[in-house]
């Protein structure tokens, strides 16, 4: 009897523990909720009455705590009738979405009515959100990404980042593998939505949680995109081309491009290219600049930036010419094999001209730079990334990672600058500078882990890795003009200086390291992590200068920094997918110089490590703790000064110390699937002990930078954002607020001063549709910086931005759509800069006149008031600055889509 008792609440226990929430919309025949239907579910085998709904005044009801079973779901509402629907909720099944549940008039011959609710748009398995991508109506010629905008949960901001329930989505899979390298806008702006069967979105387990089968209470949020059987194993994709004209009709524009893609389930092959003169760089930006040397799973989560949320103002500023490629090939090796290969090119020609103000405080004394310059600048880079993935057998798995790169810049700058301060002359100077880099490198690493007999999560890891960079810059810097006053006092190798300076800056970057890890688990919760590591990190730093026809003076330096590290943890794990940790490193460090200044200086380090990870329902929750140590680069070390057009030098200290940093940072995540509203929060604070400040020094005409160890530097960060359905206008009200602060000691002139940045941003963003492919968003930011001293008698510099934002998009009909687009930026006046408005209008008309080819034409314009012009605003330690650009201006352009 006992035995059987205890074999009944296992049962019961596991039966609680299974239980799915269902819940549908129910509409008539012209799409109108239906207010107060019955919805009951009976189960199949007996009939028996399982649970029940009544739909609220938006037409939606809700069943919960339904346990797996076989089940027919029964509508009925007064004067309508809808054929019986079966639906199966297995075990793992957390959440049915049912969307819309379609009521017919009574009498109505139901035979041949196809309950397409059959087809369940939303279903949660255990920690899997499965979207039937069929179930959600896009437009003809739509991406993914506009697919992914009608997931519920799911956003996409302007720049094509994803979030899913406020969480940044980490990597978009293919069929389960790595396209691209995971770069989402790449798949996400460019693949057919057609294409995509169902969108799953998941946390992806890392290597050590796959071999182990123990959740190690990171989240790795991903998308997997499962493809259609109908466009696996062919070639599909698009080819592009137009012309047009910019105001004035002196200068013609162009925009050419396509994308190729072949993907089945052991091969998928993707081919990207754009050429055009249209300011778009790249094919979304300059993210391919970033993921040549980047490739890999993973990426950089961001939270709650304040950007804008659909402004591009007006793409990158200045006139730009670009070309990229792209060719990612994937395949399956063998049964247990995966390789991953992408090789991406990236060349863009801009010229552009600005003007530059910047506002420096000092006690009574404000300094101010205005500059108006001409830049000419080219930029290539070329990346190649091999990834290779093999399972070994069902307890070990073996990664290898490659990457190589080679990127380069020349440019042309011509400055005229003019000084003002309210104690001292105006100062005017020219600066022409002539610069070229060359920057090759690579990197490769190997990691190797293995689940060892006994305990379930016990556990074996190595791994090394190898990395090299070279960064060469020639400068060529020609100063008129200049009023210095030095006191006696020899300027400042590499500063700005009448006359001709050549410089040559090389930095070779080597370093290497290797690791080996072992989980012990001690109880069925609770686990040992222990972790060896050894790592070497050396620079070689060349730094020459030459002033006209003066003897050259080199800055040799030679910096390394050795680490041996042993680390233990003790980690919790409870409930389901919780989990709290608590550990320490011990570090042992050396820094080492050498060449024109020697010294050798031991470390040690006793570093921190706490992490909570708590799910409560609808509600995860997530507390972390972390302690590092920065050591300075040889660039920060060396003492030729790097100078700039406006005035600014940076020059090195060959006597810093390595920083201590510790950070502690929560955030919190609140999705309600059935009432369309999702929350999330951000909060982190941090602090640097022996912090890399800045000694700033105001000659007549210049600002000397010399990084200095200070005693202590604090951040704080705040985010805090909101998504709310609104199903009575069709839309969602979504809200963000940002706010940072950085508080940092330094020396100004010689005196000690602590300085605080602080931004703060909000926006509210409202959309609403008015059909399928129909709708208007509407959005408000609020901008506003400051940046101040710890005295009363230095005046605080402060910024304010205001940017109000429309985009409208109509389907006139099934072969033309409109879409406008206006922005409003209003910049407040502050102490160095004058008020300013620019307001821009975009407009484009799409013609499909081939329905069942999809080809289609666009007809659009940009800055269509002709403002050609782009400001930013932005504060950093001891200055702010205001730097004005020149756009495109006005110009037409007409694209023909020819689709594959």
Known sequence: MRHLLTLFLVLAGLMLHAQSEISATVVDTTGTTLPGANAVLLRTSDTLLTSFGTTDDKGEFLMQKVPPGEYILRVTFLGFERP????????????????????????????????????????MKGDTMLYDAAAFAIGENAKVEDLLRRLPGMSVDANGQLTWRGKPINEVMINGKPFFAGNSTLITQNLDAKAIKNVEVFDQKTDDEEISGVDDGQENTTVNLEMNEEFKAKIFGELYAGGGQAAGGDDPRYDGGGKLFRISDATQIGILGTINNVNRVGFTGDELSSFNQSSGRGGYIRFGDGSL???????????????????????????HGQLTMDYTLFERRQTQTVTERQAFTRANN????????????????????VEYEQEIDSTSRLRFYGNGFLSGNDGRSVA????????????????EEMSDGY??????????????????????????????????????VLVAGLQEDNSGNLPIAGSLQNGLQVQDRLTNSLSYNGEVRYDQPITEKLVLETELGYNYDEDEGDYRFRLEEADPITNLLNRSWTTYRGEADLSYRFGEGNNFQVGAVLQRNQLGVSGDTSRTSDFTYLLPDIGFRLRKGKTFFRLNYRADVQAPSVSQLQTIARPSVTGRVNVGNPNLDPATQHEVSGNVWFNDQFRAI?????????????????????????????????SHAWRTMVYAGSTIGMAFMKGELRTNVNSSQSIGQGFVDGVARTNTSSNFSGTVDLTTEFNQKSFLKAGYTYSRNVNSFDDEETDDIVTVTHDIVTQFQLEVTDTWRFETQFTYR???????????????????????PFKKAGHYFVIGGRDLLNQNTIINRYAQAFVTTERTSNGLGRYVLATFHYQL
């Open 309 to 335: 949320p659909y402004y591009d103002g007006g793409q990158a500023p200045g006139q730009n010419r670009s070309i990229a490629t792209g060719i990612n090939f994937g395949r399956t090796v063998g049964q």
């Open 366 to 385: 404000e300094r101010t730079i205005f500059s108006q310059q001409t830049d000419a600048t080219k930029n290539y880079s070329h990346g190649l990334n």
């Open 84 to 123: 019986d629907q079966e639906i199966t909720v297995t075990a793992s099944d957390q959440y049915l979405g049912l969307g819309e549940l379609r009521m017919y008039p009574a009498g109505f011959q139901l035979s041949g009515v196809e309950v397409t609710a059959d087809r369940i748009p939303i279903r």
């Open 678 to 710: 999702s929350l999330n929060g951000y909060v982190s604070a941090g602090y640097t002990d022996n912090a890399f400040g800045n000694s700033l020094t105001f000659t007549p005409s210049q600002q000397i930078y010399q990084t200095v160890n200070v």
């Open 439 to 476: 920057n090759p490198g690579g990197s490769a690493s190997l990691r190797y882990n293995r689940r060892l007999s006994g305990r379930r999560g016990r556990t074996f890891g190595a791994s090394t890795s190898v990395n090299y960079r070279k960064d060469q810059t020639d400068l060529d």
């Open 416 to 431: 005229a600058t003019r000084v003002t301060s309210d104690n001292d002359p105006e100062n005017s100077y020219r600066v």
């Open 826 to 848: 209003i910049f407040e006046a502050a102490s160095f800069a004058n008020a300013t408005n620019i307001p821009d209008l975009q407009a484009s008309i799409e013609i499909r």
